[in-house]
């Protein structure tokens, strides 16, 4: 761990809530009377290409939501979705002294669709940690496509043995070691804190 000249980090898990995960999607069933078996079908379709950055917010809230008639507003199903992103525990304000201390870069790799990740970047100043963000909706590919961690190497211009990463899905470590990337599951603030404070 001596040689680590960047940290690549996914957010949602990590550092702030998955901003429309399962449970945000079954909260939205029962808060909007949505059909459910219908909705995740639709969602499936269209939710990878929002999030690749082919449909914006509007166009996916029209295949999925508003393509039938509705008793509610799509300002209001929005606010919702935006409702549903909060800051995990302890994290992130630890690695943003971290940073300063160590003068570590630290990159995203994040899924995310655009509208999504442009308010979470400005809602929780996620500038103050991150030097580059390598977001799914700005780049056409998402994890686990090993296209955004060569991307995100070849961004960075670092080695893949001299690059860290943490991410709360198992698959997306799986494709990043299968790459040379030093990555971790990151299971709790504690566990993954402990593994940075290895870093000389």
């Known amino acids: 761990m001596n040689d680590i000249k960047i940290l690549f980090l996914d957010i949602g898990g990590v550092l702030l809530s998955d901003g429309w995960n399962h ?17 995740q079908k639709d969602h499936s379709v269209a939710f990878p290409l929002f999030e690749n950055g082919k449909l914006n917010l509007d166009q996916y809230l ?23 992103t909060t ?6 304000p ?3 002294n971290w940073k300063k ?14 509208e999504f990740n442009d308010y979470r970047i400005k809602k ?13 909706c700005e780049v056409g590919f998402s994890k686990p496509d090993p296209s955004i961690f060569k991307l995100a190497l070849g961004v960075a211009q670092v080695e893949p043995q001299n690059s860290l990463y943490f991410d709360d899905r198992a ?11 030093n990555a971790h599951v990151h299971e709790s603030f504690e566990k993954s804190k402990l593994i940075l404070e290895s870093i000389k």
Request: aromatic content about 14%.
């Open 23 to 39: 449970t945000s999607r079954i909260q939205a069933i029962e808060k909007f009377n949505l059909e459910p078996i219908q909705f």
């Open 62 to 84: 029209d295949s999925v939501i508003f393509n039938i008639d509705r008793d509610f507003s799509k300002q209001e199903f929005s606010d919702f979705m935006f409702s549903k």
């Open 87 to 92: 800051q995990l525990p302890d994290f992130l």
């Open 94 to 96: 630890w690695l943003i």
């Open 101 to 114: 201390q160590t003068g570590v870069k630290i990159f995203s790799i994040n899924n995310e669709g655009k």
């Open 124 to 136: 929780f100043n996620l500038h103050e940690c991150f030097d580059a963000f390598i977001s799914s």
């Open 171 to 181: 698959i997306h470590v799986a494709i990043a070691k299968q790459m040379g990337i």
